[in-house]
């Protein structure tokens, strides 16, 4: 199972361009990059996934550069609401069933 | 749109009570699953469950818990003697299918139960 890198956390203003960037060296050929997210007191949320280039959707982007090996988690102008930790998340330990292995995430603090 | 739903919002009990965590998955999905996470940390895998019986644990999830899909909507989580340490919060969640090939398929999460153990 790939591990991932995120940051602990970053700051933006409302109306930025808010880029989290993971790490995922030991990422394996099958392996798809997902983000979720998690409001406080709530349960994770799926984003976005992806295998490679960029993948986008009304939510967020996403951008996988050709080797695979980091991606970014892009969201256009960001609310207060967009405040959260974001999990980057990659591929499946390789069991039957698709758990779910959370890292830190990066908390993303977004002020006025 | 359809959602997984769990009860209680929060429970509180006495240390080596007995408590059983309810979750109702979203209909027409397949696989149950339960996570923790204990304040301030991270999201933690528990269990996994397909076609009535376990596909897999983690190493948390030792005799002292239980899971049951006791009808066709209903899935509980049962914690046979609380520990201080089981304090935490608790997720269901559900998915339609493992997709194969090292894609995710999407989970689905509930609210949570947070656990308080007195």
């Known amino acids: 199972l790939a591990k991932t890198t995120q940051p602990i956390s970053m700051d933006s203003y409302e109306g930025q361009e808010v880029n989290i960037t993971c790490s995922h060296n030991?990422?394996?050929?099958?392996?798809?990059i997902t983000w979720y997210q998690q409001f406080p007191s709530q349960g994770p949320r799926f984003i976005i996934q992806?295998?490679?280039t960029k993948v986008t959707n009304e939510v967020a982007s996403l951008f996988i550069p050709a080797d695979r090996k980091s991606s970014t988690l892009s969201l256009p102008r960001v609310s207060l609401s967009d405040t959260a930790v974001y999990y980057c998340?990659?591929?499946?330990?390789?069991?039957?069933?698709?758990?779910?292995?959370f890292g830190t995430g990066t908390l993303l603090a977004v002020q006025p | 749109e359809p959602e997984v739903t769990q009860t209680p919002s929060h429970q509180v009990t006495q240390m080596g009570q007995e408590v059983i965590l309810r979750c109702v998955p979203i209909?027409?999905?397949?696989?149950f699953y339960w996570y923790r996470q204990i304040l301030g940390q991270k999201v933690e895998f528990l269990v996994s469950?397909?076609?009535?019986?376990?596909?897999?644990k983690s190493e948390i999830f030792d005799d002292q818990f239980s899971v049951e899909r006791p009808d066709g909507s209903n899935f509980t989580l049962k914690i046979r003697s609380t520990k201080l340490e089981d304090s935490a919060m608790y997720f269901c969640?559900?998915?339609?299918?493992?997709?194969?090939?090292?894609?995710?398929?999407?989970?689905?999460f509930g609210p949570g139960t947070r656990l308080t153990v007195l």
């Open positions: 998340l990659v591929g499946d330990d390789g069991g039957a069933t698709n758990k779910l292995i």
């Open positions: 469950f397909y076609n009535n019986e376990i596909s897999e």
């Open positions: 030991n990422i394996a050929t099958n392996d798809y």
């Open positions: 992806g295998y490679k």
């Open positions: 969640a559900s998915n339609d299918g493992g997709l194969a090939g090292g894609q995710l398929d999407t989970q689905y």
């Open positions: 209909s027409n999905h397949l696989y």
